[in-house]
């Protein structure tokens, strides 16, 4: 079987290609990443220093014009979590403007204009995106859903907390793909029963299987313009109608909640340690233990804000230091630098309290040892991509059953 060719979007330092790349089975035929906050584009200079500059694109994905991006198999990308509501209509066939600068909408422009459009979709979100926004619960997945229906695609979701399966680290983020009307896939989905679909014969349970929490599955349509969504959907209801699992074909939804089933190996924060001693300035000098102990600790006090209010605050301790025997926590973009903080990783070592070095915390998204080692990049910027990284073997597992799929098909 010839490789699935792959537009890689909002790449960062190359997560899903190194997860699908893993496989043999994916070739990333052009790649985009770019970053509006900030003069020196770094990870971008980490994505071209691993792959090579060869089809790869520094400028904001809404100014690309789609006829510069190559035809390609499959559209993989973990977008931006925003407001997606749709802001306008136009009036003639393409019916729609996004907010501007909302980058859902440069995909959906890529696979509206696209002649050949990209037949398989894989995509990675926080698992908010479910929820939001507050006001509306669902309508952004509500929209998105939608506007792939438009375009042709089913579409199958599901949370993964990656340390569920194993992985080390406990990272929930929402994986979805997509499948063109013109694929076996998507008719083998349309004929499935919601059951069959969700527990047996769907690509993410092939990859990462499930148990029921519940006999049933939840359905209901979204038949309204993308404009109406935007405006009514969910309007007073304080739940969202999406589960943790689902898939939506042909303007129906069928959605329920399960739980990750799994009996394998397990890596934990201990086994991606550095042997000691690593660097000085990774372990917290003993004057500043104190400070740390009551950012992590438990607190119920009187505190007054800037406006002059008085409140009563209060939060619960955290373990601390990290256990070992555990995955670790969610890696975070402000994991890096010295100062205290109650979010950053501690652990106890025969030479006292420290941070985690980059490289550790790489091996956390399951990343090659000093993917993001470049002259010019700081400890601290390479802990900031891990923030914004996804766990790479979620990626490579979804990639290994998408090709088992599309070959048995």
């Not at 004057?287 to 406006?307: M, P």
């Not at 915390?361 to 990343?367: A, V």
Request: net charge positive; aromatic share 12%.
């Amino acid at each position: 079987m010839k490789k699935l060719k792959v537009i890689e979007l909002f790449a960062g330092v190359g997560g899903f290609r190194l997860g699908l790349e893993a496989t043999g089975k994916f070739e990333v035929v052009w790649s985009n990443q770019w970053e509006p906050s900030t003069k020196t584009q770094h990870a971008s200079l980490v994505y071209e220093a691993r792959f090579g500059k060869k089809n790869h694109s520094n400028t904001d994905i809404s100014e690309v014009p789609t006829h510069k991006i190559p035809d390609a198999d499959i559209l993989v990308g973990g977008f931006p979590c925003q407001d997606y509501s749709v802001a306008t209509t136009l009036q003639n066939s393409k019916g729609l403007i996004g907010k501007k600068g909302v980058l859902w909408w440069s995909i959906h422009k890529i696979l509206s204009e696209k002649k050949n459009p990209p037949k398989y979709l894989f995509l990675e979100n926080v698992d908010r995106l479910l929820k939001s926004p507050s006001t509306q619960r669902g309508r952004d997945f509500a929209i998105m859903l939608k506007s792939l229906d438009d375009l042709g695609y089913a579409v199958e979701w599901r949370v993964i907390n990656a340390a569920d399966y194993g992985m080390p680290q406990r990272r929930r983020r929402i994986f979805f793909l997509g499948y063109h009307k013109s694929t076996l896939r998507y008719k083998t989905l349309k004929k499935a029963s919601a059951w069959d679909w969700i527990f047996k014969s769907s690509t993410i349970v092939n990859a990462f299987p499930i148990t029921s929490t519940t006999s049933k599955i939840d359905s209901f349509e979204i038949t309204d313009d993308l404009v109406s969504l935007s405006e009514n959907f969910n309007t007073g209801e304080k739940l969202s109608p999406f589960k943790n699992t689902g898939y939506f074909v042909n303007g129906t939804v069928y959605t329920t909640k399960t739980t990750p089933t799994y009996e394998g190996k397990r890596t934990v924060l201990g086994d991606v340690l550095d042997e000691e001693p690593v660097a000085e300035e990774f372990y917290i000098p003993k004057n500043d233990y104190a400070k740390w102990e009551y950012l992590k600790g438990a607190k119920k006090e009187v505190r007054t804000a800037k406006s002059g209010f008085i409140y009563n605050y209060s939060e619960g301790s955290m373990v601390f230091p990290d256990a070992l025997s555990n995955a670790s926590r969610t890696i975070i973009t402000g994991e890096g630098g010295k100062s205290p903080s109650r979010f950053k990783h501690v652990i106890q070592t025969n030479n006292g309290l420290r941070r985690l070095t980059p490289k550790e915390i790489e091996r956390l998204n399951m990343f090659p040892e000093n993917h993001t080692a470049l002259d010019g990049i700081s400890n601290t910027k390479r802990v900031f991509f891990m923030g914004n990284a996804l766990v790479v073997g979620v990626v490579e597992k979804i990639g290994e059953s998408l090709i088992e799929k599309i070959h048995l098909s």
